[in-house]
C-alpha cells in the first residue's frame, strides 16, 4: 500500500464520520439524507458546502485547499463506504463514477490571479462561458488483452497522456490489443472561460482559460452563462512542434464543480431564463406592487427615471421586455410572441440610453451597437477549433435568447449583414449553413434598436422611408416604430434641463425610481411567467379598431395590414402580463390601440396628403401612387396609340388641369418620371414614352 493510499484511507475515516455526523441547522442529517437520496434520483455526485465542512473541521479543510487531490479521492472514498452499506448494489454500479463536489467554496481568486503559485490547489474562478467544445469519451482506465495468452494487462491513466505497456505480464508477449469491453471510459469536454466583463480593469483585454469536465458536469453549462467554477489547477506542456520536450507549460483548470452567478441562466429541465432567484418575501412584494390602482404609472416610471418624458416610448420599451406568449398551432407552426420596436430620432434624445438602461434591467439582455458588427457576430459563427474540429460559437441573438437584444445604431449595420436579422425577427430561428454544419438555433429575441435619420435630424416633410436608410421588409417587422424628434418649445426644455441639473447637482435623491432597480428587474422576471388568455371584450375591441382602420378614405389608401393586427394582441397581452393578470381585458385592448396609434401619428402619417397610411412604412404611400397612375393616363392619352411625342407645356396643362397637381409639381413628376427612365426627351422641349 502506497503512501497516498495509506493517507487517503485514514483521512477518508474521518469524512466518513463527517459525512455522517453533520448536522444543519434544524438539526437533520443533511450529507446523510443526500447519500441515501441518491440512488433514487440517480445521480452519481454529491455536493457538499465548503463553509459546512470547514465549521465542521478547519483543519482537513485546510488541507482540501492545499491538498485537493488526496482528499477528494478520501471523500469518495468515504461517500462510497455510507452508500454500499445503505444501497450496496448501487454503489457497485457507481463505484468509478461517484464525485464529490465542493460548493461554496471560499478561496475565491479573479482569472488574472491564477499563476503559478497555485498549481495543484483548490480555487475558484467566476467567468462568463463562451465556448464548450462537443462531449468525447476519456479513458480512466485501459485493459490490454495479451494475443499469445489472453491475460489482460491494466494501464491506469494520470491526465491525458496514455502509457501502453510494453510486455504482457503473465507471458512477456510484446503483441498487445486493446479491450474496450473492460475498460472505463468517461464523458469529457472543454470549456473556455473569460472574464466577466464586470471584473475587468480599465483598458485591458479579458483574459480567458481552458477547463476540462468531466462526468456529469459535462454540458451543465451553455456559451452566455455566467457560473462559478471551483476546480484545481493543473499544468500542461506547452507543445511547439511534435518530438520536442520544452521546459514551458500552460495552466488550465480540471473542473469539480459549476454553480451559477444569480440563480441558474438554464437549467437542465427547464430551461428557464432566471438571472434572478425570486424569494417568496419578493414575490410578496411583486404583488403587492401589482395589486395597487396606480401600478402601471409606477412601472412606467421606474424605467429609466433619468431620462425626463417619453412615457410612451418607456411604456413599450416594457411591453417588449416582458413580451407577449408564444402560441404553438397544432401543425407545429408558432405564432410570434416577441415584440419588436424601433426607435428613429435626432441625435441627443437619449436613444441609447433607454437601450442600454433595457439591457440591464431585462431578465437576459444583450447590447450591441451596428457599427461593426457582422452577420457572423450576430447570428452564429462557425469555427474551426485548434484540434480541427468544427465548432458553433453562438452570436447576440442567439446568447439573447428567450431575452432581449438591443441594438443601437441599427442602420450603420452593412445591408448583408442585416439580412441575418430577417429571419430572427420574422420565424425566431437562426439558420447556419457552412462547413458541413447545417443548424437552426432558437433565436426567440425581442430586438430593440435604434437608428438615425440620414440627414442628421429627421426631416418632417419626407415620409419615414426616405428619412431612414433601412429596407422596407424589414421596417415592417417592427411591431412599433417611433420618431423621437427634438422640437424646442419653452416649458418643456426648461423641465429637462433642471431635471438634467438636478442629477448633477444631487446624485442620490434626484432621480430615484420608484420602485428599487433590483426588485423591478425581479418583478419583470416573474411577470415573464404568466400566460394571460384573451377575453371576447378585448378580440371585438381590437377587431373594431382594425374594421375601422381599414375603411379610411376609400382612395384605396391601406391603414393597416394583418401584421399590424397581430402586434395590436402581442400589445395587449404583453400589457395584462406585465400587471400580472389572468385575462387580457378591455384596458388592454385599448392601451395597445392607443399605443398603435401613437406610432401612426408620427411615423405613419403620409406627409402629402397629412392623412394616417401605413403605405408609408411599406415604402410608397397611397397618395404617390395614385398620383403617378394619374400622370401616366395623361400621358398615354396625349401621347395616342402611336406612340408620338408629347409636348412639355401641353403635358403640364393637361395635368393642372386634373386638379391634383400644380404646375411646379407636375413638371417634379416630369423631371421624376425621366429620372426612372420611363420617359425620355426625344427632343428639347418634347418627351416620349421610353
Not at 479491450?179 to 469536454?189: A, K
Not at 421586455?321 to 434624445?349: E, H, Q, W
Not at 415592417?476 to 424646442?488: A, Y
Request: hydrophobic fraction near 40%.
Amino acid at each position: 500500500m502506497t503512501e497516498q493510499q495509506a493517507t487517503t484511507a485514514a483521512y477518508a475515516d474521518k469524512l466518513k464520520e463527517f459525512l455522517q455526523a453533520f448536522r444543519d441547522k434544524d438539526g437533520k442529517y443533511r450529507y446523510f439524507d443526500r447519500i441515501n437520496d441518491m440512488m433514487a434520483q440517480n445521480t452519481q455526485s454529491l455536493s457538499v458546502d465548503y463553509i459546512d465542512f470547514d465549521t465542521y473541521n478547519p483543519d482537513l479543510a485546510k488541507m482540501l485547499t492545499h491538498k485537493p487531490d488526496g482528499m477528494l479521492a478520501a471523500f469518495d472514498e468515504a461517500a462510497l463506504s455510507i452508500l454500499r452499506e445503505i444501497h450496496p448494489d448501487y454503489e457497485q454500479e457507481i463505484r468509478d463514477k461517484i464525485r464529490v463536489r465542493i460548493g461554496n467554496y471560499t478561496v475565491s481568486k479573479g482569472l488574472r490571479d491564477i499563476n503559478a503559485d497555485l498549481i495543484d490547489k483548490l480555487v475558484s474562478v467566476s467567468g462568463m462561458v463562451v465556448r464548450s467544445s462537443e462531449v468525447k469519451p476519456l479513458a480512466k482506465k485501459v485493459t490490454y488483452k495479451c494475443t499469445n495468452c489472453g491475460a489482460p494487462t491494466e494501464s491506469m491513466l494520470k491526465g491525458l497522456v496514455m502509457k501502453k505497456p510494453t510486455k504482457c505480464s503473465a507471458c512477456g508477449e510484446k503483441e498487445l490489443e486493446m479491450d474496450p469491453e473492460n475498460s472505463i471510459f468517461v464523458d469529457f469536454q472543454m470549456v473556455r472561460l473569460q472574464e466577466l466583463p464586470e471584473d475587468l480593469p480599465a483598458g485591458q483585454l479579458p483574459h480567458y482559460m481552458e477547463v476540462t469536465v468531466i462526468g456529469d458536469l459535462v454540458d451543465q453549462c451553455r456559451p452566455g452563462d455566467r457560473v462559478m467554477l471551483t476546480g484545481i489547477v493543473r499544468i500542461e506542456a506547452e507543445q511547439l512542434a511534435p518530438q520536442v520536450k520544452t521546459s514551458l507549460f500552460r495552466l488550465r483548470m480540471e473542473g469539480n464543480n459549476i454553480e451559477y452567478l444569480g440563480g441558474r441562466a438554464g437549467s437542465k429541465d427547464t430551461r428557464s431564463v432566471e438571472r434572478v432567484a425570486i424569494s417568496t418575501e419578493d414575490e410578496r412584494q411583486i404583488r403587492t406592487i401589482a395589486s395597487k390602482p396606480d401600478a402601471y404609472e409606477k412601472l412606467v416610471a421606474s424605467f429609466a427615471p433619468h431620462i425626463y418624458g417619453q412615457e410612451v416610448i418607456k411604456e413599450s420599451i416594457l411591453l417588449l421586455i416582458v413580451g407577449s406568449v408564444t402560441k404553438k398551432l397544432g401543425d407545429g407552426s408558432a405564432r410570434r410572441g416577441d415584440i419588436n420596436v424601433l426607435l428613429v430620432g435626432d441625435p441627443g434624445t437619449a436613444k441609447s440610453e433607454m437601450l442600454k438602461f433595457a439591457a440591464k434591467i431585462a431578465p437576459r439582455g444583450l447590447y450591441t451597437s451596428g457599427r461593426g458588427s457582422t452577420a457572423a457576430g450576430l447570428t452564429a459563427a462557425v469555427l474551426r477549433d485548434k484540434s480541427g474540429i468544427m465548432m458553433l460559437e453562438a452570436g447576440a441573438v442567439v446568447l439573447g435568447d428567450q431575452g432581449l437584444v438591443c441594438i443601437d445604431e441599427f442602420d450603420k449595420i452593412k445591408p448583408e449583414d442585416r439580412s441575418a436579422l430577417h429571419e430572427v425577427m420574422e420565424q425566431q430561428t437562426c439558420s447556419v449553413a457552412k462547413g458541413g454544419i447545417v443548424a437552426t438555433l432558437n433565436a426567440r429575441t425581442s430586438i430593440l434598436s435604434a437608428a438615425n435619420p440620414m440627414y442628421g435630424k429627421y426631416d418632417p416633410y419626407k415620409n419615414i422611408t426616405e428619412n431612414v436608410n433601412l429596407p422596407v421588409p424589414l421596417l415592417t417587422r417592427f411591431d412599433l416604430i417611433f420618431i423621437v424628434r427634438d422640437i424646442p418649445e419653452k416649458d418643456r426644455d426648461n423641465l429637462i434641463a433642471s431635471h438634467i441639473l438636478e442629477i448633477h447637482r444631487d446624485i442620490e435623491h434626484a432621480a430615484k425610481p420608484v420602485i428599487e432597480i433590483d426588485l423591478f428587474s425581479k418583478y419583470l422576471t416573474f411577470a415573464k411567467r404568466g400566460e394571460p388568455a384573451l377575453t371576447t371584450e378585448a378580440i371585438d375591441i381590437i377587431r373594431s379598431y382594425y374594421m375601422d382602420m381599414r375603411k379610411v378614405d376609400s382612395e384605396g389608401m391601406i391603414t393597416v395590414t394583418p401584421r399590424q393586427l397581430e402586434g395590436l394582441v402581442r400589445l395587449a397581452t404583453a400589457r395584462a402580463r406585465l400587471l400580472l393578470k389572468e385575462n387580457v381585458d378591455a384596458d388592454d385592448a385599448n392601451r395597445a390601440i392607443y399605443l398603435v396609434d401613437q406610432m401612426l401619428k408620427t411615423a405613419g402619417v403620409d406627409v402629402n396628403t397629412g392623412k394616417m397610411d401605413v403605405g408609408v412604412l411599406y415604402g410608397k404611400p397611397q397618395s404617390e401612387v395614385s398620383k403617378q397612375k394619374l400622370f401616366m393616363e395623361v400621358f398615354n392619352g396625349l401621347s395616342g396609340t402611336d406612340n408620338s411625342e408629347v409636348e412639355e407645356k401641353n403635358l403640364v396643362a393637361e395635368l393642372a388641369k386634373t386638379g391634383r397637381f400644380s404646375e411646379e409639381e407636375a413638371r417634379v413628376q416630369i423631371n421624376r418620371f425621366s429620372r426612372e427612365g420611363r420617359i425620355y426627351e426625344r427632343r428639347p422641349g418634347f418627351w416620349a414614352k421610353a
